[in-house]
Nanobody, 114 residues
Framework: VQLQASGGGLVQAGGSLRLSCVAS????????MNWYRQAPGKQRELVAR???????NYSDSVKDRFTISRKNAKNTVYLQMNSLKPEDTAVYYC?????????WGQGTLVTVSS
């Protein structure tokens, strides 16, 4: 299974971006689809996750600003990011879990200027 993340870029504070992550190589839908991020000099942190049943969770730092969604038929997960802040600057990684196996995307850089 390979994950391809896209949608990162440079945006001004207050702006929006939409990240996408598509899986190839599996005929099954993931049990869980998550987004993580890693800022320079910091540990990777969980930003949002969505289960196969559509249950979502968000970190406190992005709640009410970010929305995670998925299209099972397309093995795709999205992260709509609104009201972006400079502290949201990071490399964003997608993560898919199929039972006991999990896979990471290559990361997409989001830079928010003040």
């Amino acid at each position: 299974v390979q994950l391809q993340a896209s949608g990162g870029g440079l945006v001004q504070a207050g702006g929006s971006l939409r990240l996408s992550c598509v899986a190839s190589g599996s005929i099954f839908s993931p049990d869980a689809m998550n987004w993580y991020r890693q800022a320079p000099g910091k540990q990777r942190e969980l930003v949002a996750r969505i289960t196969s049943g559509g249950i979502t969770n968000y970190s406190d730092s992005v709640k009410d600003r970010f929305t995670i969604s998925r299209k099972n038929a397309k093995n795709t997960v999205y992260l709509q990011m609104n009201s972006l802040k400079p502290e949201d600057t990071a490399v964003y990684y997608c993560y898919f879990r199929y039972g006991p196996r999990y896979y990471w995307g290559q990361g997409t850089l989001v830079t928010v200027s003040s």
